[in-house]
Nanobody, 122 residues
Framework: QVQLVESGGGSVQAGGSLRLSCEASGNRTTMGWFRQAPGKEREWVSHIYRLTGVPAYADSVRGRFTISQDSAKNTVALQMNSLKPEDSAMYYC??????????????????WGQGIQVTVSS
């Protein structure tokens, strides 16, 4: 079992930055982030492979977002820079990734956090 607790998020103007963190308790596993805007499906944003530390990013955030992990603390962070209004969504931490389709889908991760709101105003 893995429990996930997100922190960070909030409201910022376009061009600004925010940092999300996710702390996991339980088994150590590959972790990542998804987001879901009102009326849209949950979409994959990024994840980082636990053993190699290699990150992966959706095209929409590559170059602006950076994911990192602290293995000692079993946490993953998402640094979001140059934020755009279209980045506004509920962001969810996810854990235990099973490689399948690309880009990853919701069903490819087993455990989920409660979600945290990110709002970017123009």
């Amino acid at each position: 079992q893995v429990q996930l607790v997100e922190s960070g998020g909030g409201s910022v103007q376009a061009g600004g930055s925010l940092r999300l963190s996710c702390e996991a308790s339980g088994n150590r596993t590959t972790m990542g982030w998804f987001r879901q805007a009102p009326g849209k499906e949950r979409e994959w944003v990024s994840h980082i492979y636990r053993l190699t530390g290699v990150p992966a990013y959706a095209d929409s955030v590559r170059g602006r977002f950076t994911i990192s992990q602290d293995s000692a603390k079993n946490t993953v962070a998402l640094q979001m820079n140059s934020l755009k209004p279209e980045d506004s969504a509920m962001y969810y931490c996810a854990a235990q990734y099973r490689a399948g389709t690309w880009p990853p889908r919701r069903d490819d991760f087993t455990y989920w956090g409660q979600g945290i709101q990110v709002t970017v105003s123009s």
